[in-house]
């Protein structure tokens, strides 16, 4: 099966339907974040959500830890699957799952060393998908993605080869270097935000051939 392509950062409805146009299958609406590109307001990511059509999914990014208030966020921006871009404890997973049945939940995984697979690990056990991406989320300001660094693909293969539920690459992808990414890790699907923006825009000429070798691959 060709490998999904996730565009994120979403900025508007313009930006979603070009990314849908170039093959993606779904797309990343980012709220309220410490650090990074893309937060935009949650009544913009609830109508983008409803102009979308199905079956493109749309991912909800939060940085919310407790399950009340992903909850609400979700409910107010109405979109079919949650992005958890922070650990949680376990029992938020529980949670969500009443709260939230037919939202899926996607659990970031920043790639940083050998413990990054284990975190990877017990998350498959409790979501639908993880996200593997290069944020630093032990800092004072946390970095919980849009950060254009590649992390160590060689973990991120064997974190893919350790679970049975889909994976997608983020992390300093670009038209340059996906191909290669795809073919060092094997991910179900690849996310991208930064590396397709021009001057804060998701670009046209960076997507298409993007795009192309991502769903070639």
Known sequence: MPTRLKVCCIASREEATLAIRNGASAIGLVSAMPSGPGPIDEALIAEISADVPPP???????????????????????????????????????????ALPGVKLVQVIHVQNEESIGEAREAARHVDALLLDSGRPKLAVKELG??????????????????????????GLNPGNVRDAIAAVRPFGIDVCSGLRSDGRLDEAKLAPFAAAVLGA
């Open 56 to 98: 493109i999914a749309t991912f909800l990014l939060t940085s919310a830890t407790r399950a009340d208030a992903i909850v609400a966020q979700v409910r107010r921006c109405r979109t079919s699957a949650v992005q958890l871009v922070d650990a949680v404890e376990l029992t938020v997973y529980g949670e969500l799952r009443l």
């Open 146 to 171: 849009g950060t254009g660094r590649v992390h160590d693909w060689r973990l991120s293969r064997r974190i893919v080869e350790s679970v049975s539920i889909p994976v997608f690459l983020a992390g």
